[in-house]
């Protein structure tokens, strides 16, 4: 009888167990942070967040590269469109809706990407709905699994209202989301590949 118990206990116990360790990895894969800082006397928001897919940069370079098919899997991205292309400097215009409960606000942005391939790309704000914006992404491949290390950095000044108080979450939300997305893009175009 106590071994009969023994084994319902650790079977009701193993789809806890398997969720703890689906969201460690979750938790593992994506990791966001976003610190109000300030600048030359304004004050700006500071964006680290990494995550890490299967596949090689070759594969993530070509997802993050592909700026026109962006707006297909990054949430509140209506569109994103190559105004011009010169070696390796692109530049983008991107329109799309930054969310925070019951505030929504149309964002508009010329930015220029200067592309060092297959390890980063450095975004500047040309112009738009921004006072300041400035991002970077690298790429960084893992030789033990093959894959890559994402790490996206940004820091950013809205030029519209955000609540002080709520910025930072407001704009955690935003990046999560987004990092989120791009993860999912990328391993799920990987496992069509290799599938």
Known sequence: MTRLFLCLLMLCALPATVLAQAQALRLDKLKVDVKRIEVDGQRMYEVDASGSVQAPPASVWKTLT???RMNEFVPDLSSCRVLSRNGNEVII???GMARFLFMNHPI???????????????????SGDMRHYESRWNLYPIPETGGTRIVFSSRLMPGFYVPGMLG???????????????LARIDSQYAEKSG
Do not use: N, S
């Open 168 to 182: 930072t979450t407001m704009i955690r939300g935003d990046i999560e989301r987004m990092m989120a997305a791009v």
């Open 66 to 68: 592909t700026y026109e």
């Open 108 to 126: 508009h942005l010329v930015v220029r990407a200067t592309e060092t391939p297959f390890t980063a790309i450095d975004i500047a704000l040309i």
């Open 93 to 95: 215009e991107q329109q």
